[in-house]
């Protein structure tokens, strides 16, 4: 996978999460993974066809996904993954996958995005690839969100 | 409630009664019938029907050539080509003379009315009703790709989906997006024992040698794969529009739990001798 398509999907998260109150978002870890990742509680899958092939998944603990949750709906506590919730973790994933379809069409990939998938549950791992494909943590203010991000052109 | 004009265009009787039969039960009624392009063009000057369904062979011009002349007329006129043979020279023709749906025969209703119902509507995306009709289509791909690919026989039915989780207790599931029109995603999911008894079939191992649980989830992911590529594939000739399926997300594991949220979903489901096989699919609300 291309190192280069990891940006778009970092620009996104910067620009779009201090709009929805968080801190600017710094990326704390980069690596390769293989084929699979392990759900890290709560796992949002969006696929991606046309100028790019591939899956993105957008990946935290259901604590992180709770304070994001919350975060999102101006502060209001929640205590488990209801349907607001999901609606929250949804709308975020739509956003952020939006805004870097943005950024990649300025690149010159065109690209068609699915509905977002969102899974609960942490004993499971989701086959993303076929090959190795490039992870990003990021610190969304003392929670982390994960990015797997496998795609190519 | 108003009924909608068709033109019927074929020279085969037996084909313009099925299809005058399809529509009766519909919102659709034949306004005319025509055997050859002469009389399609006249019959379309004096009847101007909201639609029209052409063949491809007809005595005095070809279907390609006769939908050329009735867009002479009315160049906003909308024409389902309806032929034995459908191939991509075929549609490239027939889309240069404004043809803006392809079916193959033999054509089953809801077929037929979905090619319909999206031609005379502006407005090219989805209703509650198509969604209904993909899914019926959806059940019939499900069916025959598993006897092609599994060689086994099944009962399939369909439901609306309640409530806001798919759960799977132990199992796989493969997960596809569907980006385009209309854009949502398919879920293809399996218990354990359905998975290793599928992926033996499609390979053909009996069941005393060995398959890993990568290799019957690998499998399994590429069946997956070929069903939600036959099913985009259903609506893409429906619509003629472009319904495209992302790489597959394979999850497997215990306690699977994919959220129905904000999607029409339904389920579909293929009895079989090795478990049922089930699939749910999810198309984007309000869009």
Redesign the interface.
Known sequence: MDAKLVNPFIDALVAVMPQMGFEVPKRTKMGVKNQTCK?LGVSI??????GL???V?YNMSADAAKFVASKMMMGMPVAEMD?MA??AL?EMSNMLTANAATNLAAMGYTV????P?????Q???????SENYLVVEMDLGGQIMELNIAVQA | MERIKVLVVDDSRVSCAMLANMMSKTNFEVCGMASNAADAVLKYQTLRPMAVTMDMNLPDADGIECSRRIREIDPDARIVMISAMKDASLMERGREAGISSFLQKPVSPYELIDALSCIVSDDVKRTTGLRDLYIQSFAKVLRQSLFSLVGVHSEVSTDRAEGSYLDIPSGIAVIIGLTGCPMGRAIVYMDTDTMYGVARAILMKGDDEKLTAEEASDVIEEAANIIAGRCASVVNDLKDVDMRISPPGTIVGKNIRVANFKIASYYIQAQTRFGNICMNVGFAEGE
Not at chain 1, 45 to 50: D, E, R
Not at chain 1, 117 to 121: E, F, M, P, Q, R
């Open positions: 759900s899958i969006v696929g991606f066809t046309k092939r591939g899956n998944v349907e999901q609606s949804s068609d995005i699915s509905t998938s969102l899974t609960v549950g004993d499971f791992q989701i086959k993303i690839s």
